[in-house]
């Protein structure tokens, strides 16, 4: 049997997960389940998926999950505190792991499953953008097998010739070309964008996720990080990376060789495609998913993005050129502003403005070790909360 841990277990990735888990249980075995604070959730997924351990980053929903686990008879062990998720993902029973945690929260677990040599399986974008090269560095020290999840990424890796590896750039490959739905406001004015709400960000059209990623995929930033995310796992120059919009959300991506060959992975728009990939590579399992019925797809579109409706992009490419360091600045500000924005702090419109603002200071060059990764995230997000204040006066102007 396959122990795993899944991190982020009370998500949209986690969830999905724990749904093709379920399908394989002559396989898998769930070992450990983590998450923030949604006590009640985790205690249903506890009780179902009957891990040994779950941890929660809050004390007080720890005390809760144990109480509710209590009174439901279950023996299932609960952590918290300091240090508790990463030794879930370094814990000798899991030989995979999902990174499933959202942002900059998930860094220090996924390198720690990184350098316990685990099988990772990598959905939290946010540390392959703020610490691109520790990630890296920490895979190949513990001998990890790295598997991108994000949908594009992993599309990617189905395409690459075998023998390939995370982190170099595969031989004959000229360019990847990274689809994008383009969001809930791909034929939205400018206009009508500048005073969008958070219900309406969120509201994908083809894609059920996390509220942050949501937002991501409304401004356009989720594919500037993942061009940047591209870059990294796969060692491409920022300039060989192409975002195309495609919004039928079939085709994932794509690679283009130098022999005039373009490779592409489709199937329906569902995480578990991905996921099932991820855990039984180089095998396959059955995910649960809907088989494509192309005819009933009917045309597929792509077309190149507006990049004027969508500033995002740019400052994400911009970010990509200048370095590491710079990444993780923009990851913090992104994070800061979407947060701000779905506290009702922040329009739409000043999301670019704010990560723009930020990273008029941002410097280049890359970071050496996670205190500079963590010092550059504390640096920026201070910046970005100063930047948050200026735009804030348009808020109130605009509520009254
Ligand atoms: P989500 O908001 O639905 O879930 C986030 C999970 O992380 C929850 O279980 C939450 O409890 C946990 N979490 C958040 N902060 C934490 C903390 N400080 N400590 C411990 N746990 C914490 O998000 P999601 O949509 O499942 O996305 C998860 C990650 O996967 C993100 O990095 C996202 O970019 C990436 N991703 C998601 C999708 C998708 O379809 N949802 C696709 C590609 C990549
Ligand atoms: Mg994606």
Not at 88 to 93: E, H, K, Q
Request: a negative charge.
């Amino acid at each position: 049997m396959i122990g795993v841990a899944i991190l982020g277990a009370t998500g949209s990735i986690g969830r999905n997960t724990l749904d093709v888990l379920e399908r394989h249980p002559d396989i898998y075995r769930v070992v450990s389940l983590a998450a923030r604070s949604d006590a009640r959730r985790l205690a249903e997924l506890c009780l179902r998926h009957r891990p040994e351990v779950a941890a929660m980053e809050q004390p007080d929903a720890a005390a809760e999950l144990e109480r509710r686990l209590r009174e439901a008879g279950s023996a299932v062990r609960v952590t918290s505190g300091p240090g508790s998720i990463e030794a879930l993902a370094r814990d000798g029973a899991a030989d995979v792991v999902m990174a499933a945690i959202s942002g900059a929260a998930g860094l220090r677990s996924t390198l720690a499953a990184a350098a316990s040599g685990k099988r990772l399986l990598l959905a939290n974008k946010e540390s392959v953008v703020m610490a691109g090269d520790l990630l890296l560095a920490a895979v190949r020290a513990g001998n990890a097998t790295l598997i991108p999840i994000d949908s594009e990424h992993n599309a990617i890796f189905q395409c690459l010739p075998t023998g390939a590896r995370i982190g170099e750039r595969p031989a004959g490959v000229r360019r990847l070309l990274l689809t994008a739905s383009g969001g809930p406001f791909l034929e939205w004015t400018a206009a009508a964008m500048a005073a969008a709400t958070p219900e309406q960000a969120c509201a994908h059209p083809r894609w059920s996720m996390g509220r942050k990623i949501s937002v991501d995929s409304a401004t356009l930033m989720n594919k500037g990080l993942e061009l940047i995310e591209a870059t990294v796992l796969f060692g491409m120059e920022p300039r060989d990376v192409t975002v195309v919009v495609h919004p039928q959300s079939v085709v994932h991506s794509l690679v283009e060789f130098v022999d005039g060959s373009t490779l592409a992975q489709l199937s329906a728009p569902d995480m578990r495609t991905p996921i099932a990939h991820g855990l039984a590579w180089p095998g396959r399992v059955s995910a649960g998913v809907e088989f494509l019925d192309l005819a009933k797809v009917g045309a597929l579109e792509f077309r190149a993005p507006d990049r004027a409706r969508f500033p995002c992009l740019a400052l994400a490419e911009a970010a990509a050129r200048a370095g590491g360091a710079a990444c993780a600045w923009l990851n913090a500000a992104d994070e800061v502003a979407v947060q701000a924005f779905l506290d009702k702090q922040l329009n739409f419109e000043d999301i670019p403005r704010v990560i723009e603002g930020v990273m008029h200071d941002a410097p280049g060059g890359s970071l050496s070790d996670l205190d500079e990764v963590f010092a550059a995230d504390g640096a920026a997000r201070l910046r970005a909360r100063a930047e948050l204040g200026v735009c804030r006066d348009r808020v109130r102007s605009s509520l009254a």
